[in-house]
């Protein structure tokens, strides 16, 4: 059967927006412009360029919250101890001149009320402020009283471990500043491989995901935590997506930075042979927050600075696209995506017109 020349330019439109199993090269084309996301050339060129890339922000720049550590706050428990030099004050009991007062819940409004004193404001204050304010408030009815004030509960300073950690739960902050490592630390340690551990940071509405080999790699990328945070220990393995026009698609997990393009596109079945643009093979990813790379361009033009989202095109057509597949290096979340061959889409076409007419039914038969 031949098809008129007007069907033939019909059906290499309907390849271009026709259903299909996913978006032909001239979408991906199209699509990327609109949203202002490029797409690079995967060649030798563009690999070098990755292996000098910025790294990511890391947790180092996670959303900032002001936070003054030791600070006393609404709901927290405090002790507080009193005594007098003169063996004779009011707070002099036996052999000793040293009172304990007891614990004290902070009012929410930051008040403590102490016997012989009343209410004391101590929230704003650390342990030595608050020592002060209630020393003075005791010089009333004590002779040259002192007071010691210790912080026994911290209702707000806490954080949170949850996940693969061998002691998962509420920690509480101290002056010095714990970090996401040394609350991994407190935790007992990551059970899992550090190559297939990820590590989350929530704060708030702002949330960093790093994997824990890159972390104890590049300490820079520590944070530390604040109250409220939640630190989060996942497992499994990082993992790709294969779609599009390739024999086994699907999700295939790898271990970061051990597994190239040419083997990834081995793992899905290659590419069809009746359907693969080999052209049209690309790699959708999404660039951390901070990392960027830059891009040389031919001389008398400046570099490009690559950030954010990014698609890499492979051509499969040439040895060097080969060659250049076998040196560039999946991540997790990456996207593999080959789109189908004009060909193929016309034959799609072509088989609607091959198919004999259905024949309705004579009624009454």
């Given at each position: 059967m031949r098809l008129p020349a007007l069907l033939i330019a019909i059906a290499l439109g309907l390849a271009a927006c026709?259903?299909?199993?996913?978006?032909?090269?001239?979408?991906?084309?199209?699509?990327?412009?609109?949203?202002?996301?490029?797409?690079?050339?995967?060649?030798?060129?563009?690999?070098?360029?990755?292996?000098?890339?910025?790294?990511?922000?890391?947790?180092?720049?996670?959303?900032?919250?002001?936070?003054?550590?030791?600070?006393?706050?609404?709901?927290?428990?405090?002790?507080?101890?009193?005594?007098?030099?003169?063996?004779?004050?009011?707070?002099?009991?036996?052999?000793?001149?040293?009172?304990?007062?007891?614990?004290?819940?902070?009012?929410?409004?930051?008040?403590?009320?102490?016997?012989?004193?009343?209410?004391?404001?101590?929230?704003?204050?650390?342990?030595?402020?608050?020592?002060?304010?209630?020393?003075?408030?005791?010089?009333?009815?004590?002779?040259?009283?002192?007071?010691?004030?210790?912080?026994?509960?911290?209702?707000?300073?806490?954080?949170?471990?949850?996940?693969?950690?061998?002691?998962?739960?509420?920690?509480?902050?101290?002056?010095?500043?714990?970090?996401?490592?040394?609350?991994?630390?407190?935790?007992?340690?990551?059970?899992?491989?550090?190559?297939?551990?990820?590590?989350?940071?929530?704060?708030?509405?702002?949330?960093?995901?790093?994997?824990?080999?890159?972390?104890?790699?590049?300490?820079?990328?520590?944070?530390?935590?604040?109250?409220?945070?939640?630190?989060?220990?996942g497992g499994g393995q990082a993992s790709f997506i294969a779609d599009g026009a390739l024999s086994s698609p699907g999700e295939f997990d790898f271990v970061e930075g051990q597994l190239t393009l040419a083997q990834a596109i081995a793992r899905a079945g290659g590419l069809q042979d009746s359907r693969a643009n080999p052209r049209a093979v690309y790699i959708f990813r999404r660039m951390p927050v901070g990392e960027s790379f830059l891009l040389e361009q031919p001389p008398g033009n400046d570099p490009i600075r690559v950030a954010g989202d990014v698609i890499f095109q492979a051509d499969y057509t040439s040895p060097t696209g080969r060659l250049d597949a076998g040196q560039f290096m999946l991540r997790d979340g990456d996207v593999l995506y080959v789109g189908n061959s004009p060909v193929s889409e016309f034959l799609k076409f072509f088989q609607i017109f091959e198919r004999p007419p259905e024949i309705p039914a004579v009624p009454g038969q």
């Open positions: 026709g259903p299909s199993d996913g978006p032909s090269q001239s979408q991906v084309r199209s699509d990327a412009r609109a949203a202002d996301v490029p797409i690079l050339p995967l060649n030798r060129s563009v690999i070098a360029a990755l292996g000098t890339s910025t790294p990511g922000e890391g947790f180092s720049h996670v959303s900032q919250v002001p936070y003054s550590p030791g600070v006393i706050r609404a709901g927290d428990v405090i002790t507080v101890r009193v005594f007098e030099t003169s063996d004779d004050g009011m707070f002099s009991v036996e052999d000793t001149s040293t009172l304990d007062l007891g614990e004290f819940v902070v009012s929410p409004d930051g008040y403590v009320s102490l016997p012989f004193v009343g209410a004391v404001r101590v929230a704003g204050n650390n342990a030595t402020g608050a020592q002060r304010l209630i020393t003075n408030a005791l010089r009333e009815s004590a002779v040259d009283p002192q007071a010691t004030v210790s912080v026994t509960v911290s209702a707000t300073d806490n954080y949170t471990v949850q996940g693969g950690v061998a002691s998962g739960g509420t920690y509480q902050l101290t002056p010095r500043g714990e970090t996401i490592l040394d609350a991994l630390a407190s935790a007992g340690g990551a059970e899992g491989d550090p190559n297939e551990t990820t590590i989350t940071i929530r704060r708030g509405s702002d949330s960093r995901t790093e994997l824990l080999s890159t972390l104890l790699a590049d300490p820079s990328r520590d944070a530390t935590l604040r109250p409220g945070d939640a630190v989060i220990v």
